[in-house]
């Protein structure tokens, strides 16, 4: 409802100004306004359609890849959540590996895939790359059933944020592998919801653009995930060695 109420309100303004440049041309005894003044009234007509054209695709886009996250509750009660899951990733042009197996199933640059995987009814998937896909939120509740996955990479994800990971907690009996490099979303607050995947035996958090301080970031995750190794590259290494000797100087003022 909010997109009409703005809609409606900037042609009022719109009406507005119309009536404040007509005004005085519809008098005799008054003179035009000048050129410059004609022109800025038509850029402001012009920028609020344009601001409303920019704001209605950016609304189309995000409903397009909710529609692509939508929970596959149908394919799930026909083949079973582990061919919905596999299915789901191939929409996405996501790629996975079924536990046991050795080949992969990916999508192509078109989209297509084989639909062998069909065949592999009840058999969990072992490792998920999902990299440089739409994933978000809402996708995950596709994957939530998958208690054998160890392998998860959602490099340069644009819609993976902090609540993503906060999610992940369903699999914290499982995952062994996380991959959230490159991901332009996720924040410093975000990395702590990480601390219930006790079973991660390697993190890659490198080139994250919202990190302000990554080398104490690296340090904590360290300390919160001891048996994890941490992987942070595209970083300055200098900014860690600060981190260190903050955490080192406040432990000696204790």
Not at 194 to 202: E, F, I, P, S
Request: contains cysteine.
């Amino acid at each position: 409802m909010a997109v009409p109420f703005i809609a409606i309100r900037r042609c009022c303004q719109r009406s507005t100004l119309l009536m404040v440049a007509r005004r005085p041309w519809s008098s005799s005894s008054v003179s035009s306004p000048p050129l410059h003044t004609r022109f800025l009234l038509f850029l402001t007509q012009r920028f609020y359609d344009v601001e409303m054209l920019l704001s209605w695709r950016s609304q189309q886009r995000r409903n397009a890849i909710q529609r692509r996250n939508a929970y596959f509750g149908y394919t799930q009660g026909l083949y079973g959540a582990d061919i919905a899951a596999a299915y789901y990733i191939l929409s996405l042009r996501g790629g996975f590996r079924y536990a046991g197996q050795s080949d992969w199933f990916r999508a192509d640059r078109r989209g297509k895939f084989n639909w062998d995987f069909l065949t592999h009814k009840d058999t969990p998937l072992e490792e998920v790359n999902m990299s440089y896909t739409v994933i978000n939120y809402s996708g995950l509740g596709n994957l939530k059933g998958q208690k054998s996955l160890r392998t998860l990479s959602v490099q340069g994800c644009p819609e993976v944020d902090d609540w993503f990971l906060a999610r992940l907690h369903v699999f914290q009996d499982s995952l062994e592998e996380l991959d959230i490099s490159h991901c332009p979303h996720i924040t410093t607050g975000g990395l702590s919801a990480l601390k219930n995947l006790k079973g991660l035996r390697r993190l890659d958090v490198s080139s994250l653009p919202r990190i302000s301080s990554p080398g104490l970031v690296v340090i904590l995750l360290e300390e919160m995930l001891p048996h994890c190794q941490i992987i942070a590259t595209g970083y300055d290494h200098s900014l860690r060695q600060e981190g260190g000797e903050e955490i080192e100087e406040q432990g000696q003022r204790r």
